[in-house]
């Protein structure tokens, strides 16, 4: 199972974001779905999860700002971000726990995109 993330850029305090993360591989379900952010110098911290049944949860700096989303048809999250603001600058992860069956092996484990960069100038 990979991710991939997209739909980061430049954009100017309280501007808007709609993130995606794509999961895509073979005979796997997805369970739950996350969001996290790093800047540079500072500790991953999570911005907001979902679970299959699109119970959400968020991180105390984005209540009220960020809604996360899921179209469990084509197995991507989505994360619109408004009202952004200069601390909002980070890579954006996400990462997604699945259950793979491929050749009729059982896995289950966690797996992370590569991130995708918002930058919010003031």
């Known amino acids: 199972v990979q991710l991939q993330a997209s739909g980061g850029g430049l954009v100017q305090a309280g501007g808007s974001l709609r993130l995606s993360c794509e999961a895509s591989g073979r005979d796997f379900r997805i369970n739950d779905m996350g969001w996290y952010r790093q800047a540079p110098g500072r500790e991953r911290e999570l911005v907001a999860n979902?679970?299959?049944?699109?119970?959400?949860n968020y991180g105390d700096s984005v209540k009220g700002r960020f809604t996360i989303s899921r179209d469990n048809a084509k197995n991507t999250a989505y994360l619109f971000i408004n009202s952004l603001k200069p601390e909002d600058t980070a890579a954006y992860l996400c990462?997604?726990?699945?259950?793979?069956?491929?050749?009729?092996?059982?896995?289950?484990?966690?797996?992370w995109g590569q991130g995708t960069q918002v930058t919010v100038s003031s």
């Open positions: 979902i679970n299959s049944g699109g119970i959400a």
């Open positions: 990462n997604a726990d699945y259950w793979s069956y491929a050749g009729g092996t059982d896995v289950v484990g966690r797996v």
